[in-house]
């Protein structure tokens, strides 16, 4: 446990940024899962739409550190070759 004020206060900020962290983490998994669903349903207008909603997420993602910006990137790229493929 911190016992110096500066530790403590330390330990409030990591408390707050985690939280956030934590929210951001799930919002960028929940995008990927809509768009890999609609892809497994087979319905590509909606995975387009989907994608098109994630993508944005995704890269908020990369920006804030949530995931490394090369593997936004490669998300996003291999979502959209999924989809390309779709027939």
Do not use: C, F, W, Y
């Amino acid at each position: 446990m911190a016992n110096h004020k500066s530790a403590e206060k330390r330990a409030r900020q990591t408390e707050r940024r985690t939280a956030v962290n934590t929210a951001r983490r799930s919002r960028v998994r929940g995008s990927i899962k809509k768009v890999e669903e609609a892809i497994s349903a087979g319905d590509k207008k909606a995975a387009q739409a989907a994608l098109r909603a994630a993508q944005p997420e995704i890269q908020r993602g990369a920006i804030k550190r949530i995931v490394t910006k090369n593997a936004a990137a490669r998300r996003v790229s291999r979502l959209a070759a999924r989809i390309k493929a779709m027939t």
